[in-house]
C-alpha cells in the first residue's frame, strides 16, 4: 500500500503549544489525513511532555498533504 506524508501546524497558541509550531507524521497503508491522538503524540515527541494535550482540538491546525 501508500504512504502518506501530512504536515500539522498550529493555528493558534494553547497551553505550551504556541502558533506555527509543526510535525510531520506519516500514514502507512492508509489515505486519511492524522487523527487527533496522532497529531498531539507527534507534537509531544517533537517538542516534550504536555506541550500539547489530549483535549486538543484537530481543529486548531492546519493539516496538509505533502
Not at 13 to 35: C, D, H, W, Y
Not at 46 to 64: E, H, M, P, Q, R
Request: no cysteine; hydrophobic share 40%; net charge positive.
Amino acid at each position: 500500500m501508500s504512504t502518506h506524508l501530512y504536515i500539522a501546524t498550529a493555528k493558534k497558541q494553547s497551553g505550551k503549544l504556541a502558533k506555527g509550531m509543526f510535525v510531520e507524521i506519516i500514514i502507512r497503508n492508509a489515505s486519511r489525513p492524522p487523527t487527533q491522538k496522532e497529531v498531539v503524540e507527534a507534537i509531544n515527541k517533537k517538542y516534550g511532555d504536555k506541550t500539547a494535550v489530549n483535549g486538543l482540538s484537530i481543529s486548531n491546525f492546519d493539516i496538509v498533504k505533502q
